[in-house]
């Protein structure tokens, strides 16, 4: 029987109401039990040895920030230090459920030992756009000028922060410190640009300082593409929520399936994230990188604020930054009292963690306590503490690997306390895979030859390749691969191995080597990677998994497309020999007698550089399949065309 519309409509209704009806006298009949959730909890703390208040700090565009203040209890004329984040301050200040302070500042970022038994009020902000705070987050936001027309940035942040902490904290002195590691090393480089009165003393550690020449996103010219996943963590949402996902346990697969970086981001959806398309539309050194790096504008401004740099030799992040900065700054401490530089023998952030070994490299003593017990703690006191004695730290205190030995320096480089010199000194790549101080002789074989072949890609470490972000306590080891045995690539036949006599003296470098090849490809563009190598004796008495280790001691990659200049990429010439010259990282080391010094060429560090095609196109970002083609790579190393690498070699009297 077929039911009409207007008489559909009213049975509904009916029973709509019957419904309703219903509920309403089964809740009268069954009462919900009143909430056992206070409506406003307040913990009781009285027995904590610290106060905690987060605040919300008023910033002169209007924006308030989300700052987190600890003051030790009973703290009376306490110095502020201060750390700012895109890291979660709440996160960072929580890494225990515990009365004490300590505990809870456990883990990145806080030197526990030295805020604790310092006596310090501790500060932790999150950066504009960052999880509590107000705003919109821009990646290493620049300050106001061509790069960033906003009157606010965050130098005008760290003042209007620093400015409210002082006013509105009655337990401190008046004085601020800021110091941070990494993104958050690179804000107290920001902080002394027009600083604050109250900021006495800067601490960047292992800073962001120019992301294209050799910090987290390029080095000279070549991708880092492995860092895609933090791009998209940092800048997808506020509070790092949305997870980069893969599809197989080894990163070189990713990468390789992918084809190119610029494809993989657009099968991630990243090009919704703000940074990446900057980073897609700026893969040449242009204004975008050289307005916002650092150390020019440091360069700049005068050296106001003491600043003490905090460098890892082996730091696999930020391994350029500290040392352009200090570069930048030296000739500005005019009176050699506001610039310290502090080398150690760690990986990216080490120097607040225990710094006894890096990977298999045992050093004898825990570096990381030395320097916070001898260098950190006695330098903040003496610039934040009211009436603190002299620090007696030395301009430069620099670790010295293969002796295992601090050294208190004068400048940097300086090779020794005293006594010595520097001597830039050519060590020459021979025919036969020989490596010596002497040149070529006329005759010698002209060059040694390989095939890059982009389908089988050199990994950068032994595979397979854990991503960056990997849980430390299912395996991480990305600290340590600065420091992995380069055995694995030695045996490769895209890999040149040139390798010297066996060391009667030590040879001791101070510095940062450089890169000189004489060069030429089959194909049209192509990435060049020199890598520094100690070679450990066949047999290592008291740790034998050393015997024939392969350490790099410094080691970079070059875009060939930029042998010209970095903001005009060419095509390289087809089969001629080209001329390259790039600085490696800073070293400090000695290669003790009975080992060997070893230089390792290649023409990919996959995956965490994107793929050279060897085959110039306008931008490598989007090269197609099609572009990426085997290439024969010559190395010249005759009497005519030579290729070295020029050591900054230390002379003792």
């Not at 337990?171 to 804000?187: A, C, P, Q, R, T």
């Not at 940097?412 to 020989?434: Q, Y």
């Not at 392969?550 to 200049?565: V, W």
Request: with cysteine; glycine share 8%.
């Amino acid at each position: 029987m077929k039911i009409r519309a207007g008489a559909r409509t009213l049975i509904l209704t009916i029973g709509a109401l019957c419904v309703a009806q219903a509920l309403k006298a089964q809740s009268t009949t069954y009462p919900n039990f009143p909430s056992e959730t206070p409506a406003n909890f307040k913990p009781v703390t009285d027995s904590f040895d610290y106060v905690r208040r987060d605040v919300m700090i008023p910033m002169r565009d209007g924006l308030k920030l989300h700052t987190v203040i600890l003051v030790p209890k009973g703290a009376h004329n306490a110095p502020i230090l201060m750390t700012r984040t895109p890291y979660n301050a709440t996160a960072l200040t929580s890494h225990a459920e515990s009365s004490h302070l300590g505990p809870i500042l456990q883990g990145y970022d806080n030197a526990v030992d030295v805020i604790v038994d310092g006596g310090y009020i501790r500060v932790v902000q999150d950066i504009r756009g960052k999880y509590g705070s107000e705003g919109d987050f821009v990646m290493n936001r620049p300050l106001h000028g061509p790069q960033n027309p906003t009157p606010v940035d965050e130098a005008t942040d760290t003042y209007d922060s620093i400015d409210w902490l002082v006013k509105n904290i009655p337990e401190s002195n008046g004085k601020v410190g800021i110091l941070g590691i990494s993104y958050d090393g690179f804000l107290p480089l920001m902080a002394v640009v027009n600083p604050h009165p109250a900021l006495k003393v800067s601490v960047p550690m292992n800073p962001m300082v120019d992301g294209w020449m050799g910090d987290d996103w390029f080095h000279n010219g070549a991708f880092r593409e492995q860092n895609m996943p933090y791009i998209y963590e940092q800048e997808a949402t506020r509070d790092n929520s949305a997870k980069w996902w893969t599809n197989s346990f080894d990163d070189y697969d990713v990468y390789l399936q992918a084809v190119s970086a610029g494809n993989l981001g657009r099968l991630r959806g990243l090009e919704q994230v703000g940074f990446w398309r900057k980073i897609l539309e700026h893969p040449a050194y242009d204004a975008f990188w050289s307005d916002q790096a650092m150390d020019k504008v440091l360069a700049d401004q005068p050296l106001k604020v003491p600043m003490m740099l905090v460098d890892s030799l082996w730091d696999q992040e930020d391994i350029y930054g500290a040392i352009a900065i200090y570069k930048a700054l030296k000739p500005k401490d005019t009176d050699g009292d506001k610039l310290y530089l502090v080398m150690g023998p760690w990986h990216h952030g080490q120097e607040i963690d225990d710094g006894s070994t890096l990977g298999v490299l045992r050093f004898g003593s825990d570096t990381g306590l030395y320097f916070r017990e001898n260098i950190l703690r006695p330098l903040l006191d003496h610039y934040l503490k009211d009436d603190a004695p002299e620090s007696n730290v030395a301009p430069v205190t620099a670790f010295e690997t293969g002796t295992n030995k601090w050294l208190r320096l004068p400048s940097w480089p300086a090779g020794c306390e005293s006594g010595c010199r520097i001597d830039r000194t050519a060590l020459f790549l021979r025919a036969g895979g020989k490596l010596s101080f002497d040149p070529p002789k006329p005759g010698d074989a002209e060059y040694d030859e390989y095939v890059s072949d982009p389908a089988k890609p050199v990994p950068f470490r032994k595979r397979p390749v854990r991503p960056i972000g990997y849980d430390e306590s299912k395996g991480l080891t990305w600290p340590e691969w600065l420091v992995d045995d380069q055995r694995e690539a030695s045996g490769r036949t895209d890999v040149l191995t040139f390798t010297s006599d066996v060391l009667t003296d030590p040879v001791k470098i101070s510095g940062q080597p450089a890169a000189n090849l004489t060069a030429s490809t089959s194909g049209t563009d192509s990435d060049w990677v020199v890598k520094l190598i100690d070679v450990y004796p066949d047999e290592v008495a008291d740790q034998p998994e050393m015997g024939g280790y392969q350490l790099m001691i410094s080691a970079d990659i070059f875009r060939g497309r930029y042998y010209l200049g970095f903001d005009k990429p060419q095509a390289i010439p087809s089969g001629k020999p080209v001329s390259y010259r790039f600085e490696l990282p800073t070293a400090n080391h000695v290669f003790l007698p009975g080992h060997r010094i070893m230089v390792q060429i290649q023409s990919s560090w996959f995956p965490l550089y994107d793929r050279n095609p060897q085959t110039f196109v306008p931008n490598i970002f989007w090269a197609k399949p099609d572009d990426y083609r085997r290439a024969v790579q010559r190395i010249y190393h005759s009497s005519e065309g030579r290729s070295f690498v020029e050591l900054p070699l230390v002379r003792t009297p």
